[in-house]
C-alpha cells in the first residue's frame, strides 16, 4: 500500500465554522506533512510531523491546528477561517534514508465563504 | 537555501523525448536532486532523484551537471499522461531543511 488517503475531497465552510482534514497512510512513514496550494501555485509547506511530534511549523496563523494521533493519522483542524484560506490542502507522508520520497495524497480542495 | 530556477512553460509533441532544464547554482554537497511532477486535481508525484551520478528509472532519465549546478528530466517520450507541472526541488539530507517547491514548469504535451 503506497497511498496517502485524504478525506473529504472537497469542503465548503463558513467563517464561523469548525472542521477536519484527516490524512492517512500505511507504509509505516514517520515523518507527515501539511502543505497548502493556492491555484496555479506551488505547495507551500504548513506544518511537519515527526514521530508524532510536531518539528516544524512555518508561521502557520492559530485558526489552523494540526494533530497527529498516531503514526498513521494527520489531522488538520480549522476553526474561523477566512476567505483568502481557500486553497487544496495537502498531505504527505516521507519514507526515510537516501532514498527517501514524499508520497501526496490527492488533497481536499477547501472553499470558505 | 539553495534556489532552483526552471522554465515557466515547455511544449513537447507526443512521442518525442521532452528535456526539463533546472539550474541550481547555489547547489551544496548534501543537496540531492529531487524531480516531483503534478497532474491536473492531483497532487505531487515523485519522478526521479539522485546526488552526483545520472540516474534511470522507469518513469524518466535524470542528467546532472558535472559541477552539479544543473541538472535535466528527460523523458524518454512524452505521452498526453505527462502533461503537467514538474518541479525541481534541493533536499538537504544532513539537515532538517524540507523539501520547498520552486515554481516548477508547465509541461503541455501536443498531440
Known amino acids: 500500500d503506497t497511498e496517502v488517503t485524504q478525506t473529504p475531497k472537497h469542503l465548503v465552510m463558513g467563517m464561523t465554522n469548525k472542521k477536519s482534514l484527516k490524512c492517512e497512510q500505511h507504509?509505516?512513514?514517520?515523518?507527515m506533512y501539511w502543505y497548502k496550494q493556492k491555484a496555479k501555485k506551488p505547495p507551500e509547506l504548513m506544518f511537519v510531523?515527526?514521530?508524532?511530534?510536531?518539528?516544524i511549523n512555518e508561521s502557520v496563523p492559530s485558526r489552523f491546528s494540526p494533530e497527529c494521533p498516531n503514526s498513521s493519522l494527520l489531522n488538520l483542524h480549522l476553526h474561523a477561517l477566512q476567505p483568502e484560506d481557500s486553497a487544496l490542502y495537502l498531505c504527505?507522508?516521507?519514507?526515510?534514508?537516501?532514498?527517501?520520497?514524499?508520497?501526496f495524497g490527492s488533497g481536499t480542495q477547501l472553499s470558505v465563504l | 537555501d539553495a534556489k532552483t530556477t526552471q522554465p515557466n512553460s515547455m511544449e513537447s509533441n507526443e512521442e518525442e523525448p521532452v528535456h526539463l532544464p533546472c539550474n541550481h547554482s547555489?547547489?551544496?554537497?548534501?543537496?540531492?536532486i529531487h524531480w516531483y511532477r503534478q497532474l491536473p486535481s492531483q497532487g505531487p508525484e515523485y519522478v526521479i532523484h539522485?546526488?552526483?551520478s545520472n540516474v534511470n528509472n522507469r518513469m524518466a532519465s535524470l542528467a546532472i551537471a558535472e559541477d552539479r549546478k544543473s541538472s535535466t528530466l528527460i523523458l524518454h517520450r512524452a505521452t498526453l499522461r505527462d502533461a503537467a507541472v514538474y518541479y525541481c526541488?534541493?533536499?538537504?539530507?544532513?539537515?532538517?531543511?524540507?523539501?520547498?517547491f520552486g515554481s516548477g514548469t508547465q509541461l503541455t504535451v501536443l498531440p
Open positions: 504527505a507522508s516521507r519514507s526515510q534514508g537516501t532514498n527517501e520520497k514524499l508520497f
Open positions: 507504509m509505516g512513514h514517520r515523518a
Open positions: 510531523y515527526s514521530y508524532e511530534k510536531l518539528s
Open positions: 547555489t547547489i551544496s554537497g548534501t543537496d540531492y
Open positions: 539522485g546526488l552526483t
Open positions: 526541488i534541493l533536499r538537504d539530507t544532513a539537515s532538517a531543511r524540507q523539501l520547498t
